[in-house]
């Protein structure tokens, strides 16, 4: 690959319905906007819906790769801005016990995009399912979408341990999200940090917080992105902020955890490793 790798960022949250995938979706569009070329994985197994999110209807997905059938670039559905969407595949199972010629095969269509796009965005399942720690440990990168409410800081933060006692992760961003003022999502990132230093002895970033904002409900039903449909609106606006802030995250933090994305984005995959391996 070139000298910029490309920066793998999961986006994740502890329970359901806190507009993790809408984060997804318009953090993707703000970085297309800058000039950055940005692809999706759909990586929610059980409740895909980035492409029900744009309205878009993808005839193949991430099995066909895997079985043979298609390749990752012909699999891919075009977006918004020129994102690229690589739709889920069909039952977590198959990703998580990936032989190793269906890895091989992964990492030969993934090196063959990888010096075409700046940022690969996971969109994960909610929750701390055996899929998500998978997808979870092998991102650069770790953004947790949370609400100002109490299951949903519970389960962030359960997210966080498990992912801190099991797979060694230390590095975090907290968004907060829906917020009804500025104070709201501080108030729910310090929750949140008091808990992690404490009992983990990890301190996670706050990147800021998105109001709530009728604009994201009617973009939404239109099955379009707040930025593009709405720029104007706060809810738009704070996605900007966070395009900002994940733009200046540094290059040259090493990959936290498991490599998995960087054998797949390796424009040489190494066929030595097996899937399981960890680097801490």
Not at 80 to 94: E, N
Not at 109 to 137: H, K, P, R, T
Not at 153 to 169: C, F, H, P, S, W
């Amino acid at each position: 690959m070139d000298a910029s790798p490309v920066k793998v960022i999961g986006i994740a949250s502890g329970k359901g319905g806190v507009g993790k995938t809408n984060t997804c979706i318009n953090l993707a569009l703000d970085l297309a906007h800058a000039n950055q070329r940005v692809m999706i994985l759909d990586a929610d197994l059980g409740l895909a819906n980035v492409d029900v999110l744009l309205g878009l209807q993808p005839t193949f997905d991430l099995s066909h790769v895997l079985n043979k059938q298609r390749t990752l670039e012909e699999i891919l559905v075009p977006g918004p801005a020129g994102i690229q969407i690589v739709p889920a595949t069909s039952g977590a199972r198959q990703m998580m016990a990936l032989t190793q010629a269906q890895h091989e095969t992964l990492s030969r269509n993934f090196a063959a995009l990888a010096g075409e796009i700046d940022y690969l965005l996971v969109d994960m399942a909610a929750g701390i399912s055996d899929s998500v720690i998978f997808m979870a440990s092998g991102c650069d990168e770790l953004l947790i979408v949370a609400c100002n409410e109490p299951a949903s800081i519970t389960d962030a933060y359960a997210l966080m341990k498990v992912l801190n006692r099991d797979e060694g992760m230390q590095r975090f961003h907290i968004l907060s999200n829906r917020n009804e003022s500025s104070q709201d999502g501080l108030t729910m990132y310090s929750k949140l940090a008091v808990a992690c230093e404490r009992f983990l002895n990890v301190s996670p970033r706050y990147v800021g917080g998105i109001p709530e904002d009728p604009m994201v409900r009617r973009a939404v039903e239109q099955q379009r992105a707040v930025v593009e449909r709405y720029p104007g609106s706060p809810a738009a606006g704070a996605f900007r902020k966070l395009g900002e802030a994940v733009r200046r995250w540094p290059e040259s933090e090493p990959t936290q955890n498991s490599p998995f994305f960087q054998r797949l984005l390796k424009t040489e995959p190494d066929a030595g490793h097996n899937k399981g391996e960890q680097s801490h």
